[in-house]
């Protein structure tokens, strides 16, 4: 067993996870939550995501990034690859990082 010191990380199906960090940050791998056959129902809805992380910008990726992004405004970090202007053009405010090489990010 792997002791993750209170972080606690759940498959959402697909490539989507849901991590929450000891300290109470919630991060989001990949949402695409809502039509995702392979998520449970009772995991299709957040208290807060704190960070969203999008690997790419295939639709079994970021299907519900803009939903999640307006009612959650968390950080979006995303590669230059991701569509970013045209999937989170309607999303008012948030902040976007598109890293180019290994970078590290305080949450």
Sequence with gaps: ????KGNKITWLG??????ETASGKSILIDPWVMNNPACPNDKKSFKKIDVMLCTHGHGDHIGDAVELTKKHNPKIVAPL???????????????ICSPISATRLEI
């Design 1 to 4: 067993m792997i002791d993750l």
């Design 81 to 95: 690859s991701t569509p970013i202007s045209t999937t989170f053009c309607p999303v008012k405010s948030r902040e």
């Design 14 to 19: 697909h490539a989507t996870f849901h991590i």
